[in-house]
């Protein structure tokens, strides 16, 4: 197993006391007033989305967004957007998602 991305997320559902298993993600920068998207992916079996962008990514300081779609869990929320800064490109940056139908939270993971 190699280096993994150096943005991750892991999306659990508090609800069911489980990962949520195939939840489209996107990542974006912000270039000034615009988002141009870097990737999208798809949580696995585990609720993660490791391979997200290439280990080798050149990661620049920035702000970057996360955008999960969840509007097919039936939920209040169709879509949760997590916008999040890269102020050290050496750093890997994981921001996990815990999600349930009527709110979420998340924070700065290891």
């Known amino acids: 197993m190699g280096t993994k991305s150096p943005i991750t997320t892991h999306v659990l559902d508090t609800s069911l006391g489980r990962p949520a298993v195939?939840?489209?993600v996107v990542l974006e920068i912000?270039?000034?007033d615009r988002w141009t998207t870097l990737a999208r992916g798809t949580t696995d079996d585990d609720g993660r989305v490791a391979d997200?962008?290439?280990?080798?990514?050149?990661l620049?300081?920035?702000t970057y967004r996360f955008t999960f779609a969840?509007?097919?869990r039936d939920?209040?929320?169709?879509?949760v957007s997590i916008?999040?800064?890269?102020?050290d490109p050496s750093q890997h940056y994981h921001v996990p998602l815990l999600l349930s139908p009527y709110g979420y939270t998340t924070?700065?993971?290891s």
């Open 22 to 24: 195939g939840l489209p």
């Open 30 to 32: 912000r270039d000034r």
């Open 52 to 58: 997200l962008l290439p280990a080798d990514h050149d």
């Open 60 to 62: 620049t300081i920035g």
């Open 70 to 72: 969840t509007a097919a």
């Open 75 to 79: 939920g209040f929320y169709p879509e």
């Open 83 to 87: 916008a999040f800064v890269v102020a």
């Open 107 to 109: 924070y700065r993971g």
